[in-house]
C-alpha cells in the first residue's frame, strides 16, 4: 500500500556514505577531477582582484574606500586555495553497480550511488568553465529537482569525460544484466553507445525565438532590478569617487518641473532602465533554448537545455508527467502573455524545474503543450462549459460587501478618530468600480470539461491558470457547498492528485452538474453514491449538461 | 433534513449512510467554548482593569459574548446533521462541516495510510477520530466523533482491502 517511490526520500536510501568503499573493486581506478579546473579558478581570482587594482594603482583612491574589494579579493584567494585541495583530495569512479566519490586526505570518505538508482545526469559549466572545456557533471539519484543537493557532484572535469560519463550512466540505466557481465569498460561504453541509436528519435519542441524578450521585459520586477542597478552603481561610484546622485541632480532643472515632473521623469528613466535590465537577463538565462523529448532507458524524458555564460539542463521523466497549466496575467491579457508549467509527481510546484517554455506567446504554449500531452483532441483548445450566471451574482455580492465594509471601517474612523473626512467616500469611489470589475473577470475565467483522458479546469483572476489532468491521476474527490452557494445552485467540485498542487478546483458549477463532473473525474467511484444514475459519456467538447435520467432507488 | 420535492438546486449526492456519535455533539461544544472562552476572557479582563480601552472593549465584548454564544449553541446539532460516513468495498465517503458542507470521496485504491486519532477532548468523552490520507496532501479523509470500536475495526478493515488493492496508489 505504501510505495517507497511515492515519498520524497529517495534521496536518503540512494546515496551511501561511509568510511569503506561499497564495493572492492582494485581493478578499476580511481580518477581525478581535471587539472584545468585550478588554472581556470586562478583566473577568475585574478578577475575578481582586477577592480581593487585598478582602483588602487590607476585611479588613485585611499585604500579605507576599497576595503569591500579588498575583502572580495581575500574571499577569491581562499576560494582559490580550497580548490586545489579539494583537486588533491577527491577522486571518482564508476564501477558496475556504483558510482563511487572518495575525498579525505587522512580519514577517507566514500560517497556511492547505485547505477540503478540514478535518474539524472546534467552537466553545466560557468563561461570559463566553458571556454576551457571543462563540464560540471551533477548526478541525481531518486526524486530531487535540481536546486536540492544533488547526489554525487564533480566539479569539473573535462567535456569529453563527462559526456562519455553521461552516456555510460543514462544509458544502461535499465541495470541490464547482459552488460554487468562484462568487466571492461570499453565493452559497457560500446554498449551504451548502441543502445542510444534506438528507432525513437528526438523530437525538438520547441526552440527560442528572440522577440520572447518583450514578453519578459515588462514586468514589475523591472522597477526593483532599477533600483537595484542604481544603489548598486551608486555604491561601486563612491568607492570611485563618483557622486552618481550629485550628478543626477546636474542634468536637469528638476524644481522647474516641480514634484510631480520630477516623479514622473524619475519613474519613467528607471523604467527604462529596469526593462533595459530585464531584457539583458532574459537574453543570458535563456539563450539557446531548446526544449525536447528525448528518449532514455525507459522511456522519454522531457529536457530543456537554455543558458549563455552557464548552461542549465533540466529533465523531467515522461513517466511522471500528469498534466500541464497554462496560467495568463491578468494585466498581460490583450498580449496573450502565457506561462507553461507541467504537473508532475516528484518535483515541488514552486521549483523552476516545472517551467518548461520562457513566458511567452499563448499560441507556442497551446502547440509544445498539445505537444506535450499528445492526444489525440487537444485537451486546451477544447471549449470550456461556462459556469451558470449565479456564480457571478456570488462574486459581485462578495465584491459589493467587501467595498461596504471598507467603507464603512474608514466612516467610522472618519467619525471618531483623526483620519480625514472625506476618506470613506474616496475609497468606496475608486474601489466599488474596481472589486466589480474584478468579479466579472473572475466569473469569465471560469470552466470546466473533460477530453478524452483529461480533465480541464480553469479559474483564477490575477492569473487565470487552465489546467489539464490526467483522469486516472485523480486520487479523490471533494464537493464543497456552502450555506449561500446552497441557495444560489453552486457547488465546487476539486480534485485532489499525487501532482503538482495537489488539488485542482473547478469552483462555483451548477449543483446538478457538480456530481456529474465528479462522475467524470472518478467514473467508477462515485457512480454508487449519485442519487440519479447520470450519463457519462458527455460529449467532449461543447458539451452543456450531461443527460439526467431519474432512475427511482 | 425535511423531505421535499427535489428542486434543480439539489446535488446529485446523496447522504453517507452512517451517522456519527450523538455525544460528538459535546465534543463540537467542547471545542467551539475552547475557541470562544480565551477571547471572551482577555476582552473582559480587558474592560474591567483597563479603564482607558472601553470605547472599544465594551462594544468588542458583547458582540463577542453575543457571536460566541450562538456559535456555541447553533454550530455543534448542525453538524451533527451533516457529518456522514460511509465505507463500501470501493471507496471512503464522508460528508462533513456546518456553513459549508464538503462531500469526500477517496478510493481504496489511492488510500496510503489510515490511523485512528483520539484527542484529550476525544478521550474524555469516549470518541475516535479516523483518518484516510491518499497520495495528494489535500485528499486526506477525516471522520471525526465515531465510536472507537468501531474506528478501530474499519481501520482493520481498510487496511486489510488496501493491501489486496494493487497499484502505487499516485
Redesign the interface.
Known sequence: ???Q??HPQGDDDAVEVSTQPPTDQPEVPWLRLDRRMIFVDALRVVLTQAPALIALLVVGVSASSVWPLIIFGAWGVLRSGANVVRWVRTRYRVTDTYVELRTGLFVRQYRSVRRTRIRSADADARLLQRLARLRRVTIGAGQMNTASEAAIRLDAISLSAALDLRRELLGTQAGDTTVASAPATEARASEARASDSSPVRSQELARLHWWWVFYNMFSFWAYVMAAGLLWGGQWIGAMFGLDLWAWAGDLADWEALGLLGSIAVGLALTGVLGVIGMAFTFFTEHAHFRLERVPSADGTVLRTTQGLFRTREVTRDDRRLRGVALSEPLLWRPMRMTDTAVIT?GLSMWSAAVTILPRGPRATARRVADAVLDEPSSPLAAPLRPHPPAALRRRMVWAATASAAVTGLLAWLGATTSLPHDAWWITALVMLPLLLSLALVGYRALGHTRVGRHLVVRSGVVSRTTSALRRD?V?????????FQ??L?L?TV?V????GF??YEAPDLA??D???F?LEA?P???R?????S?DETAPAAGAAVPA?TAVPR | MCSRVSDPHDLNLRRPRHRVERHAIALWAGRALSAVLPVVLVLAAGYAFWDASRPWTGPLLSVACVLGLLYVAVMPPWRYRVHRWEVTDQAVYASAGWFVTEWRIAPHSRIQTVDTVRGPLDQLLGLASLVVTTASSSGAVTIRGLNPKTAVQTAEELNKVTQNTPGDAT
Do not use: E, I, K, N
Open positions: 500500500m505504501t510505495d517511490s511515492t509527481t491521476a486520487s479523490g474527490v471533494r464537493v464543497r457547498q456552502s450555506v446552497r441557495r445552485g457547488a476539486s485532489s492528485t499525487a501532482a495537489g488539488v449543483a446538478r457538480a456530481a456529474g465528479a472518478l467508477d467511484y462515485v454508487p453514491f449519485l442519487t440519479h447520470t439526467v
